[in-house]
């Protein structure tokens, strides 16, 4: 379960954050902070503080007191930070603390291809970020959680050479955390399902822009429930389908029959005494 939250967090906001975590204790929990850690000021990228005004009060109101939050992720501060913070609050929970914000860092216009587009000076420093993003991978089975740091622009891990600042010194973007997805269980239920399967295709037509189109569906069997969706393609290569519809035909008495979304049943119509066929 993920719950995010902007700039600038009110006490209000905090508080309902802190509710969805107490709604759901049997779900691992991560907070999306856009304000959370300022970075650290440490070679590896350990021991990050809080960043003013959201990370202490977000840390006493939300992270402090849930057993369930696992992870924040935040970013708004140049740079990046790492904590691994055990036993957290009464129930004594592990809590890992990332901010990685890379807005800053800068390439070079020959790196980006603007020398001649842009008119800038290869040597010439840009704020691009480097285009660098973090990627996360969760081991349940050895409760580790792989962390790396990547930029499709460049083709290349770890963003600390594009630092402008140059404090850390490469461990701080690529490495692997301790982190608790076990000691709690995940469940999922609902109401109903419905599962289909796309045997054929019932037609094809041609219309042109606003038009209608329609297909007749021949020798449907009756008494039985029949699903269907279109997909609809462009000259220009686009193509969109729809969300599949359910319908039951009339039985061989010509009643007819009617899916029902609220259960996971068919509802039958007809004379009183004639029992309801099995869904």
């Not at 301790?178 to 109903?192: C, G, Q, V």
């Amino acid at each position: 379960m993920v719950v995010g939250l902007s700039y600038g967090v009110t006490r209000e906001e905090a508080e309902w954050a802190d509710s969805i975590f107490k709604r759901f204790p049997e779900r691992n929990g991560i907070l999306l902070s856009h304000d959370y850690l300022a970075p650290s000021s440490n070679p590896d990228g350990r021991g990050a503080p809080f960043s003013a005004p959201d990370g202490s009060m977000l840390y006493k109101t939300v992270v402090q007191d849930n057993p369930n939050v696992f992870l924040i992720l935040a970013g708004h501060e140049h740079g990046v930070g790492t904590n691994v913070k055990p036993k957290v609050g009464e129930i004594s929970h592990d809590v890992v603390e990332l901010l990685a914000d890379y807005q800053f860092y800068t390439v070079s216009a020959d790196r980006l291809g603007l020398t001649e587009i842009g008119g800038y000076k290869p040597d010439d420093q840009l704020q691009f970020g480097a285009s660098f993003f973090r990627m996360l991978q969760f081991d349940v089975a050895r409760s580790e959680l792989t962390v790396d740091t990547y930029s499709p622009l460049l083709d290349e891990f770890g963003a600390t050479e594009y630092d402008t600042n140059h404090r850390y010194d490469g461990t701080e973007d690529n490495m692997v955390l301790p982190i608790d997805l076990n000691s709690r269980r995940t469940t999922f239920a609902t109401d109903s399902v419905a599962l289909y399967n796309p045997v054929g295709t019932v037609g094809r037509t041609k219309i042109r822009s606003g038009e209608v189109a329609s297909v007749t569906w021949h020798d449907l069997k009756p008494g039985s429930t029949h699903a269907w969706f279109v997909t609809a393609r462009s000259a220009g290569g686009g193509v969109t389908a729809s969300e599949p519809s359910v319908f039951v035909t009339k039985d061989a008495q010509g009643h007819p029959g009617k899916w029902n979304a609220d259960t996971p049943y068919y509802e039958w119509f007809g004379p009183a005494e004639e029992p309801a066929p099995a869904g």
